[in-house]
């Protein structure tokens, strides 16, 4: 059932507070909310999209008030269900908050801060920081397309930039539900705003801070200070980073829509100058180990990013990639989520007429991919041929020499071999490497009578491990279509996916998979937050518990109870 019948007197009040227009409840216009860019599906009682930080606290309360299921929806570009139903079952129902209409970045202490409303994207940040020299915690690179920026924290999501960790702060406005059902709005973002909730909200909304009413505590932080120091421990047996890290589960941070959150504060960046990107081929994935742990445990300045390609994950992101490479290369990040929302409401539109089947628009855009010329650099093609393993190593000016230094060292015996970019050549690289995040979706969409669907896992492998790539048992190989391996290699965190035979279970196949992982020591996941997929360990779940008592907002999330004060009798 795509719809939860509508309390009429709730969706009136939703309506007062935002407009009948940005108040969805058809099975159409409410698809593309409702559905996981990967993954969850089900029914809403409607779709809700404020366009203030003052309509979204209405919302929140009206919705409280009514006792339904809240989802709270940024970007929507997560892999494992977290910000969308799964199933039915939800207490009252549910009410799905899309914030993506309350964009907007506050620059604060001459960019070395920002303050980030619920709307805000990585592109948005990017752009706005560019003018100061300042770049933000993440930029495009690691798995999704127009990724917000209190998404990511949410998730303690991770990224491309081995130096800066997993999207952290302890500076954030949120509002929390207690366990009577009050709403509470809680000011940590170190910034003194007096007034009501509604006027703190839309003072944290319009900006113009007063610089003496923002603290600068030393004990808040607005990124995971630690890290650096922290990924450099290559014999340490625990993983860098992965989401249900307790070092990086602080209030919003790590919440997964279990707090509504209104804003966050983050450090900014300087940005890199004079930086130098080496393409590194091998068939020898040892050589890698050893480049790895030389550079984190004795190079004075750690890379920029390091990300890891398998040949065979570049060959499928050559082909099923190859539309979003073009894309992003000649419109820009930021129309993208625009044209994939056209895209969404294309094939809704061409799905109900039932005339060409679901996902037209993946074969058409397919077909249309083919009639452009090779899109990569021909040395990045002749490693393909030549090598299974390939690294793309961006370097900070001051490790340049020292970089070539270690790979003339490395790689003198000619098993594997590297070359300096061009800036093109860096660009389309990294750029290849973000397009296989997608491919493996494209391929299945394409193949779907071969296809059963995709299990797609991202694990943080212990820093002391040297044996990093998979090796499956034929009992599971047997059962697997194509294998895609790449990841953010210093951080050793890596994107599996794998594309599975039809008739195959892929969920069993999956949780085959875990106890594989287990016996190696990862954790997963790793930078995405658990969704529907996994199962949330027992310190995650009681974190969830103590931001949600009444267990209202993104119910069962993590496998947990959907049921009110879950499952327990109400104190």
């Known amino acids: 059932m795509p719809t939860d019948p509508a309390p009429a007197p709730l969706v009136a009040a939703l309506r007062t507070i935002v407009g009948p227009a940005h108040v969805l409840t058809g099975e159409a216009e409410t698809r593309r909310f409702r559905s996981g860019y990967r993954y969850g599906e089900g029914p809403v009682i409607a779709v809700v999209r404020p366009g203030s930080l003052v309509e979204q606290w209405r919302i929140v309360r009206a919705c409280v008030a009514a006792d339904v299921s809240i989802i709270l929806q940024a970007s929507n570009t997560g892999l494992t269900g977290g910000s969308t139903p799964d199933g039915a079952g939800y207490p009252g129902g549910v009410v799905l908050i899309?914030?993506?209409?309350?964009?907007?970045?506050?620059?604060?202490?001459?960019?070395?801060?920002?303050?980030?409303?619920?709307?805000?994207?990585?592109?948005?940040?990017?752009?706005?920081?560019?003018?100061?020299?300042?770049?933000?915690?993440?930029?495009?690179?690691?798995?999704?397309?127009?990724?917000?920026?209190?998404?990511g924290v949410c998730n303690n999501s991770g990224g491309s930039l081995v130096q800066r960790g997993p999207a952290f702060t302890q500076l954030a406005l949120y509002a929390a539900i207690r366990p009577d059902g009050g709403v509470d709005l809680?000011?940590?973002?170190?910034?003194?705003?007096?007034?009501?909730?509604?006027?703190?909200?839309?003072?944290?909304?319009?900006?113009?801070?007063?610089?003496?009413?923002?603290?600068?505590?030393?004990?808040?932080?607005?990124?995971?200070?630690?890290?650096?120091?922290?990924?450099?421990?290559?014999?340490?047996?625990?993983?860098?980073?992965?989401?249900?890290?307790?070092?990086?589960?602080?209030?919003?941070?790590?919440?997964?829509?279990?707090?509504?959150?209104?804003?966050?504060?983050?450090?900014?960046?300087?940005?890199?100058?004079?930086?130098?990107?080496?393409?590194?081929?091998?068939?020898?994935?040892?050589?890698?180990?050893?480049?790895?742990?030389?550079?984190?445990?004795?190079?004075?300045?750690?890379?920029?990013?390091?990300?890891?390609?398998?040949?065979?994950?570049?060959?499928?992101?050559?082909?099923?990639?190859?539309?979003?490479?073009?894309?992003?290369?000649?419109?820009?990040?930021?129309?993208?989520?625009?044209?994939?929302?056209?895209?969404?409401?294309?094939?809704?539109?061409?799905?109900?007429?039932?005339?060409?089947?679901?996902?037209?628009?993946?074969?058409?855009?397919?077909?249309?991919?083919r009639l452009f010329p090779h899109h990569l650099p021909r040395r990045m093609r002749d490693y393909r041929d030549r090598f299974e393993h390939h690294l793309m190593l961006k370097m900070p000016a001051a490790a340049i020499e020292q970089t070539r230094a270690l790979l003339g060292q490395v790689f003198s015996s000619g098993e594997g071999a590297f070359f300096e970019c061009t800036g093109e050549e860096a660009t389309k690289a990294f750029l290849h490497r973000f397009a296989a995040a997608g491919a493996a979706i494209r391929y299945r969409e394409i193949h779907r009578q071969e296809v059963e669907d995709i299990v797609a896992l991202d694990i943080a492998l212990p820093r002391n491990e040297r044996d990093w790539m998979e090796i499956l048992p034929p009992e599971i190989e047997g059962h697997i279509i194509h294998k895609l391996y790449y990841g953010?290699?210093?951080?050793?965190?890596?994107?599996?996916?794998?594309?599975?035979?039809?008739?195959?279970?892929?969920i069993a196949l999956e949780h085959r998979m875990w106890h594989l992982l287990d016996d190696r020591g990862a954790e997963y996941p790793a930078e995405h937050n658990v969704g529907h997929l996994y199962k949330a360990k027992p310190a995650l779940a009681d974190f969830y518990r103590g931001l949600d008592p009444r267990n209202q907002l993104n119910p069962g999330i993590g496998q947990t109870t959907k049921q009110r004060f879950w499952g327990e009798k109400a104190g």
């Open 186 to 369: 809680v000011n940590h973002l170190g910034i003194a705003i007096n007034g009501t909730p509604e006027e703190v909200l839309a003072h944290v909304e319009r900006g113009g801070f007063d610089p003496a009413a923002i603290a600068h505590d030393p004990e808040r932080w607005a990124h995971d200070r630690a890290y650096a120091d922290h990924v450099r421990q290559v014999d340490a047996d625990t993983p860098a980073r992965f989401n249900a890290d307790p070092r990086c589960l602080f209030e919003g941070s790590g919440s997964a829509g279990k707090l509504v959150l209104f804003a966050v504060r983050l450090d900014t960046f300087p940005r890199e100058t004079g930086v130098a990107t080496f393409y590194i081929g091998t068939n020898d994935p040892m050589q890698l180990t050893r480049l790895r742990r030389e550079i984190l445990g004795s190079f004075e300045s750690l890379p920029i990013a390091g990300e890891y390609i398998h040949r065979t994950a570049f060959d499928i992101a050559a082909i099923y990639g190859k539309d979003t490479f073009l894309a992003i290369q000649r419109l820009g990040t930021d129309r993208l989520p625009g044209l994939f929302a056209l895209k969404a409401k294309v094939d809704t539109l061409v799905g109900r007429l039932r005339i060409f089947g679901d996902h037209v628009s993946d074969h058409v855009m397919q077909f249309a991919s």
């Open 488 to 506: 953010h290699f210093f951080c050793h965190v890596f994107h599996q996916d794998y594309i599975v035979r039809k008739g195959v279970d892929p």
């Open 98 to 151: 899309s914030t993506t209409r309350i964009a907007g970045v506050h620059v604060i202490d001459g960019g070395q801060q920002v303050v980030c409303l619920p709307g805000a994207t990585l592109y948005e940040l990017e752009r706005t920081l560019k003018p100061y020299e300042r770049e933000p915690h993440s930029v495009i690179g690691s798995s999704c397309i127009g990724a917000s920026v209190l998404g």
